[in-house]
């Protein structure tokens, strides 16, 4: 499980390159008796779908990481590097589990690696499409070990604020759009999003700001986004709300966004809320959606992104249990 997880973390797939690491996959993780398919994505990139019989539980994770790429290193206790535990150490651990699994006999689980889920999900989106006769899918990423309850939703707006350019000596001729940005941002600061009484606070992140204009003129555009971390109680009213402190110079436009999830539990975890995103929203045909992993979100995304490596082996066991109890669910049904 340690070497495969290294063999992957060895290859740059952050999102837009994930086709590099699919090979590794294949040629390094060789189950017995599992077909394995390549889901072929709109956009030209590849989810990998390993299936034993015709899966009933599906453990699924992604294979692209968010930017830069930080090579592995291992210090004995934990490995760190880039997708160590986002959300490569989910892939490493779900395959041992379904190795597992396999030399225990069992034949009705699916193994799914997703592209795209740091920019949208588009893999998932595909592979919803293309599964059938999945009753639960067990989605992996850091969450300290504990099933999660509940996740935030998010949503993602590309604003353009324009001006009109002038002398940066006679301001008063022109029409400063940086100006109007600003405003906007205290705008936006004094909205009053209702707190949500499971998922809290809905919180949003500003990036990618751009204004090209020289030193000494003034700014005729403004370009940024907006990120924002939804729950059950704003993620419908959102727009209605950023319409109402936009003016005639401020446009946007919605790029995409998932709703906040409620996930299936099972008894004898810890549980937990999240505030980040998944591949869960968009894997609704799947059945039941349970999130569940090793390694901790405050580090994936950073320099110090890290996973413990007793933290990958509990997690093996943990995930052969749920699997056990959700196959008895599954028995009960039928």
Same mark, same amino acid.
């Not at 390549?38 to 590849?46: A, M």
């Not at 539990?265 to 999130?291: C, H, M, Q, W």
């Not at 580090?299 to 056990?324: G, M, S, W």
């Given at each position: 499980m340690i070497d495969f997880l290294i063999k992957m973390m060895e290859v740059d797939s952050t999102s837009g390159r994930e086709e590099n690491i699919v090979s590794v996959i294949q040629n390094n993780f060789l189950?017995?008796?599992?077909?394995?398919?390549?889901?072929e994505i709109p956009n030209g990139k590849k989810n990998i779908y390993y299936k034993w019989g015709n899966p009933e539980i599906v453990f699924c994770s992604h294979i692209d990481t968010v930017p830069p790429f930080i090579p592995p290193y291992n210090e004995g206790t934990k490995i760190m590097g880039r997708g160590s535990c986002d959300a490569k150490g989910q892939?490493?651990?779900?395959?041992?589990?379904?190795l597992q699994l396999e030399a225990?006999? !069992?034949?009705?689980?699916?193994?799914?690696?997703?592209?795209?889920e740091e920019v949208g999900s588009y893999g998932a989106r595909t592979a919803n499409e293309l599964i059938k006769g999945c009753k639960f899918v067990?989605?992996?990423e850091?969450?300290?070990? !504990?099933?999660i309850k509940a996740g935030k939703g998010n949503a993602l707006f590309e604003f353009t604020i324009k001006g009109k350019a002038a002398h940066s000596g006679y301001p008063a001729k022109g029409d400063n759009?940086?100006?109007?940005?600003?405003?906007f941002l205290n705008n936006l600061n004094g909205i009053d999003f209702p707190k949500d009484e499971l998922l809290g606070d809905t919180t949003y992140n500003v990036a990618m700001i751009s204004s090209n204009n020289a030193h000494?003129?003034?700014?005729? !555009?403004?370009?940024?986004?907006?990120?924002f971390r939804t729950t059950f109680v704003t993620h419908k009213i959102l727009e209605d709300r950023i319409k109402e402190i936009c003016d005639d110079h401020t446009e946007y436009k919605v790029q995409y966004g998932d709703e906040p999830i409620e996930f299936y539990t099972i008894d004898g975890f810890e549980t937990g809320i999240v505030s980040y995103g998944s591949d869960a929203p968009e894997l609704f045909n799947l059945g039941k959606r349970l999130l569940y992993g090793p390694g901790t979100i405050f580090v994936a995304h950073t320099q110090e992104e890290h996973i413990l490596i007793n933290d990958l082996h509990r997690a093996v066991k943990d995930l052969k249990n749920i699997y056990y109890k959700l196959e008895k669910e599954i028995g009960k049904e039928n």
């Amino acid at each position: 499980m340690i070497d495969f997880l290294i063999k992957m973390m060895e290859v740059d797939s952050t999102s837009g390159r994930e086709e590099n690491i699919v090979s590794v996959i294949q040629n390094n993780f060789l189950p017995k008796i599992a077909v394995c398919e390549i889901q072929e994505i709109p956009n030209g990139k590849k989810n990998i779908y390993y299936k034993w019989g015709n899966p009933e539980i599906v453990f699924c994770s992604h294979i692209d990481t968010v930017p830069p790429f930080i090579p592995p290193y291992n210090e004995g206790t934990k490995i760190m590097g880039r997708g160590s535990c986002d959300a490569k150490g989910q892939i490493a651990v779900l395959s041992e589990t379904c190795l597992q699994l396999e030399a225990e006999g !069992k034949t009705n689980f699916g193994l799914l690696m997703l592209a795209g889920e740091e920019v949208g999900s588009y893999g998932a989106r595909t592979a919803n499409e293309l599964i059938k006769g999945c009753k639960f899918v067990i989605v992996g990423e850091p969450t300290e070990n !504990k099933l999660i309850k509940a996740g935030k939703g998010n949503a993602l707006f590309e604003f353009t604020i324009k001006g009109k350019a002038a002398h940066s000596g006679y301001p008063a001729k022109g029409d400063n759009a940086t100006e109007r940005f600003r405003v906007f941002l205290n705008n936006l600061n004094g909205i009053d999003f209702p707190k949500d009484e499971l998922l809290g606070d809905t919180t949003y992140n500003v990036a990618m700001i751009s204004s090209n204009n020289a030193h000494n003129v003034i700014s005729d !555009k403004v370009t940024f986004r907006i990120f924002f971390r939804t729950t059950f109680v704003t993620h419908k009213i959102l727009e209605d709300r950023i319409k109402e402190i936009c003016d005639d110079h401020t446009e946007y436009k919605v790029q995409y966004g998932d709703e906040p999830i409620e996930f299936y539990t099972i008894d004898g975890f810890e549980t937990g809320i999240v505030s980040y995103g998944s591949d869960a929203p968009e894997l609704f045909n799947l059945g039941k959606r349970l999130l569940y992993g090793p390694g901790t979100i405050f580090v994936a995304h950073t320099q110090e992104e890290h996973i413990l490596i007793n933290d990958l082996h509990r997690a093996v066991k943990d995930l052969k249990n749920i699997y056990y109890k959700l196959e008895k669910e599954i028995g009960k049904e039928n």
